[in-house]
């Protein structure tokens, strides 16, 4: 059974730092196109970042561009993202996600992605 599971959220003030975790397992991840979202509440769902299989391809949605960076490990089926110049609208639940395995294009769409962890929570207070 695939399972997605991050960890790294938590607490921090404007201007700070985090590093998110996705840990995969039950499948092979490091031909699968990863990504991040967050959702705050009353919001929907939004794109935060993608990578490729190989790592040499990633995309970042305008609002954290230059802020976060995402990163993969193939090896230890592990996704990250480096979360800097933390801002109070950062404040959210993170989701971590993956492509089906073999997919190729990456995308920000979150209904081109079949696996989804349980989300890991940022908070950022001003």
């Known amino acids: 059974q695939v399972q997605l599971v991050e960890s790294g959220g938590g607490l921090v003030q404007a201007g700070g730092s985090l590093r998110l975790s996705c840990a995969a397992s039950g499948g092979t991840f490091s031909n699968a196109v990863m990504g991040w979202f967050r959702q705050a509440p009353g919001l929907e769902r939004e794109f935060v970042a993608t990578i490729s299989w190989s790592g040499s391809r990633t995309y970042y949605a305008q609002s954290v561009k230059g802020r976060f960076t995402i990163s993969r490990d193939n090896a230890k089926n592990t996704v990250f993202l480096q979360m800097n110049s933390l801002k109070p609208e950062d404040t959210a639940a993170y989701y971590c996600?993956?492509?089906?395995?073999?997919?190729?294009?990456?995308?920000?769409?979150?209904?081109?992605?079949?696996?989804w962890g349980q989300g890991t929570q940022v908070t950022v207070s001003s």
């Open positions: 996600a993956a492509e089906p395995p073999g997919h190729l294009v990456i995308s920000t769409r979150a209904d081109a992605y079949d696996y």
